[in-house]
């Protein structure tokens, strides 16, 4: 950042017992440049105020509703409003509660997916230009040294030209919900078609395979054929996904997401293989990124050291070998995204390279994949276009 | 076995520098109960005759033609002529020999792929069927103890129905041979499609990572859909292929094998996923076989202890954690068929539950995949269904 | 905790560059019931003014000493003064530091090691218990979850009776400084006996390294048998040791600690065997730890698994898989710690099983662990009595 | 070698059920190059005879007794007689059958240890010096390709100077033992003096990581303080054992060799550190070798690349990732040795660079290493003096 003061905060969604809320106010404290100071943490007034009491807040400033919470904080003295809304609530409800705030003025960090369609993603997008607000989204595993140090080596030639990505996520709790709920049991919301969206396992977690291979090598995809499957009878939604794809650019790549792979937890892995080398990062040893190429010794790369990316030292908080882990890169997710806030605030401008944190426009193109395999898949999975990314 | 001499073996390729046929010798050699007597080990008389000085053979049975062998080694005295044939030479005249032996009254080892084409297979199934021989094929990867205990696991019940398998077979050779000969450089004869068939790297290691799946879950395909590549220009066949997989009775499955994934070395793995656990196995660490399950620690399963199976434990030849590699694997696949052989010679019955070697049934299936995936990949990636195995 | 507030903290130490204050301060912020309000950031007034702004402190609560700081925070009114002080000053000025703020009735989190001397440790044991107050030492590897894990493993006799204790803690970063900066170079303050105390590395990880397998096993040691080195010539301490250690009960042990390993990072690991299985943990890995056990499949249990102990699910943050790292291990010493001032504060009683954080005895005990190996290798490496710890 | 004719080679001791004569077997065999024709399968006549029977022998060279084999082997026609002896019979009988198969002129392969004490084992020395004859010593260990490509490291400079070396032989199996048998069983012969000598752990795998620090390194021990343990009430011998090293030159050590480290199968390793950089290595992983190095990336070198020493490509036989194990380290040391014996047979000079199998100096060490830990054991974990080795 720097200002002579913490960015202040407020967030809608993640009241008592909600888990990614938790993790977006650990991320957002970390590094002591923010201060949580109102919410409306549940569409249920009673647990939104209890929930504001957890979190030590002013009463006055826990609300019973999104559009109240928006609507009187704009209203507040610029020295006391919130500089940024935190939305951590269901899918369905991203679009919306995001509208109210950017009209309000105030900047926006959103959970992924970014909303509910891809027709209402392009509004969002074209909500977020014409405000000129920064807008964020929490694809949190970008937020990885070591995945910065990946996209790195790719802008860098490192691996010369890219010929095949291969990328994973697969979790096995699905699998469990069954065992103790009986057949056709739906494990929680994100399998609900009217909360979710038009795929549950694709878009919760498919999502972040798609983002980090976007987001290390810069390709974006030209057609894409994939088969979701339902495994476990009566569920309304996809809960395991494989896809192949075709990379604008010649590149070919394997895309496989699932969450009833049975005994694997958070198994996010993506390798990259070009005609000079190639990489893998597993998210489950964040801390090693690894360097294959013909006829030399593998590499393990480790975070922390001097060897690395400036992009890679810059995310890191500790020495090398002092692990890192999730919420460090949630974290990192967060100091982008303030840095942009805070430039703002303070009139600056944006520094040349950017900022590195996902966008609107990153977005879209998640929601773009979510359409794009549940098209591709209701067809029998037959190769389909995909929709065209302007950034 | 038991017989009270070493069965005798006959080679035809194997010849001075070749890879596999060293590794024949070696894993025929291991357990004592096999002796190299005869060959044909080039089709240059001269580098025969060398190779069989090499081996310290009598030069009387060193032959210049595979034909001349098995006619004058059929003429041989019952106490002198080869048991059976290994077949090391290229995958264009495996159907020739083969059939020269066969119908020589002699048993057969031959290398993989079986032969040329699917239509090739049909006609040497039925020769084998109809001679009654053994006639053994080395997918020497299902020779690993901890490959049979996998297909125990799958066999017992262990991991539930299956849902989803996962099986990889990335090398990365290929890439080299371009960065050292140019563009377009064909690496070995592998690339020559008169030799070599209608896929190179689908061919040669593609067909491994399908028998793999096929011998752990018991599993045919039903309709696959393959997109075969050529990342290195100039070559005129495949050095990279995904495929998507649907299994007879419902389970899915992504197969990715490749020649060009840079620091890859001989990378073969698979997972399988059901709906009571998982499992995982790769050959560059072949003395372990990991479960995991939802709700319960991994497991890492080891060769040579007692909690195996009886197959696992059998295929064993040292105790725990005094590994066992390639050769060890590749000399199962020779001691199960060489118990099929002396049980022919000693005018035994075949145990109920068969031998443990992979058939000219396998080698027919390995045709119709190469030949599937050829097809699928022509037609743009496809669906296409998959030949009817009878098996 | 619960308080219907924050805690309030403040700092000596820790200023502008510092590694370890940064640490404290995120480990402090991360569960949003900390606040750092006040500090005494360096012995140069300047730093310690200028570091305050950085952490936006009110400029009336940052001073130029800590004796001044103790004394007018101590007369600040109940509402308004600091909860408790931690102090991560270097060794030897712990034991002033921390006298002060007991004295003007302030609880402590203190870096390790407790101060300079046994006999200086004794005094601050002393006058902790005369105090009542709370005070923790941020041995921070005990607050990993799989550490608590392995803990209660050993207590509920999982490994039976323990007969063997291997720990390590190989760095190599002093081999580099060697490297950049000539023969003799002194890395750091660490190397000077005037400010680390009677030794280097035994002192500054060594004793991390004792108290990670004193906090697993119980085990307090009966006789030691040290040899210190001194590798890179002309370093007044030592730079690399090997003990062997008589742990009261009848095991025996190794104890490995050196900053000239090169290569290694910061790779503390602990191996415990017991009659009925062992136990392994990494801290490069330290998600995971490790079951081992004669004749039956090694197990990989897991941080935020519904399977481990509830002392081990407490200290997770995350679900399982979302690695967690050092600094949420170090946030649970703060947690423990802040838990028991919280209940001091609210006249609440201590609950039966105690507190888990490292104490003033366990700096003692420290302490006892530094004098004994530098009087062994004094000696030539011969075996010396371990003072008795009287907890 | 090249001879023109397989070397002939005789076997006392690994008849039925003996585990280490079946490896011998199959080392001997693996390369084709040498035939066992001959031998004296176990001390009760029967049952050698019908180990000779499974082994295919003609019955007249099976003997009923080691002396009678070597009198009858050497009475017998030059283009018959065995080239050379394998002794794989218990440690107490090693050094009666060298002496006799030396005396009558026959080359010698002996497990280890080399024989009981160390004033036999220098007896022996002295008797191998003065035939003249080829004396290998069955340190396996030391024929991993892996092993020999550390030694090259050390020996090019790669790690600068030598600064520490930690080796560990961890086991568990006698824990298990226990299990089984009750308190105080002893698991095997290698429990009773009279057969296993002094020690039982540190003589039967103390040895091979002595040994294995010895190869890598070069370095022999000046000065060693070991402690003894016998875990497992009522047993004679030791079955755990920990000690510090000082070796010439300065090296600091710390050698580990445990029975009861419950759930450790065979995880002999070792890592050695230096001024420029460090290597490791594990048994159980034995086609990688680690190189670290303080500021760069890990390396991992792996068997089979064309990267790697002379040395460590010519000890494999099969590509990169296609895995080697113990048994082919096994035959590296009868292929040196059995390259010597030819050498001899065809009466060709030595290469100058000698040849790669350990020697009856190696043997020698080893005795030496085990009577200064039993020595330092038995007072109390003393430093004791290493006997001078004249190499």
Request: with cysteine; hydrophobic share 40%; aromatic share 8%.
């Amino acid at each position: 950042m720097k200002l002579n003061r913490k960015l202040r905060m407020g967030m809608v969604g993640g009241g008592r017992g909600a888990f990614i809320g938790a993790v977006h106010r650990m991320a957002a404290r970390l590094d002591g440049e923010i201060d949580l100071v109102a919410g409306c943490f549940s569409s249920d007034p009673a647990k939104s105020k209890a929930s504001g009491e957890d979190f030590f807040l002013d009463p006055s400033r826990v609300y019973a509703s999104y559009a109240e919470m928006a609507k009187r904080e704009a209203a507040l003295p610029a020295d006391q409003r919130i500089d940024f809304v935190s939305i951590v609530t269901r899918n369905n409800t991203h679009y919306a509660v995001a509208k109210a705030f950017l009209e309000a003025g105030i900047h926006v960090v959103c959970d992924k997916p970014l909303c509910f369609t891809l027709a209402e993603g392009r509004k969002l997008q074209a909500l977020v230009k014409k405000s000129g607000l920064v807008f964020a989204l929490t694809h949190n595993y970008t937020g990885y040294p070591m995945v910065k140090e990946a996209r790195e080596w790719v802008r860098g030639g490192r691996l010369g030209r890219l010929l095949k990505i291969v990328v994973e996520y697969p979790q096995g709790y699905a699998i469990t919900a069954l065992e103790q709920q009986g057949d056709g049991a739906i494990s929680n919301w994100r399998m609900d078609p009217s909360v979710s969206g038009a795929s549950n396992c694709m878009g919760d977690i498919g999502t972040h395979a798609h983002n980090l291979a976007r987001y290390i090598t810069g390709l974006e995809i030209d057609e894409i054929c994939a088969e979701l499957s339902t495994f476990i009878p009566g569920r309304p939604l996809d809960d395991d996904g494989n896809c192949l794809i075709r990379f604008a650019g010649g590149a070919r790549g394997i895309l496989y997401a699932s969450q009833i792979s049975s005994g694997e937890e958070n198994n996010l892995n993506i390798r990259v293989f070009g005609t000079k080398g190639s990489l893998q990062w597993f998210q489950e040893n964040p801390n090693e990124l690894i360097w294959k190429k013909a006829d030399a010794p593998q590499e393990v790369h480790r975070r922390g050291n001097n060897y690395l990316s400036a992009a890679a030292q810059g995310a890191a908080r500790t020495p090398f070998a002092h692990p890192e882990g999730f919420i460090e890169a949630f974290a990192n997710v967060y100091r982008a995204a303030a840095t942009a806030i805070a430039d703002q605030v303070a009139g600056r401008k944006a520094p040349k390279a950017g900022y590195d944190y996902p966008t609107v426009d990153d977005g879209v193109a998640g929601l773009a994949f979510i359409e794009s395999v549940v098209k591709s898949s209701k067809k029998g999975a037959k190769w389909v276009k995909f929709p065209k990314m302007k950034v």
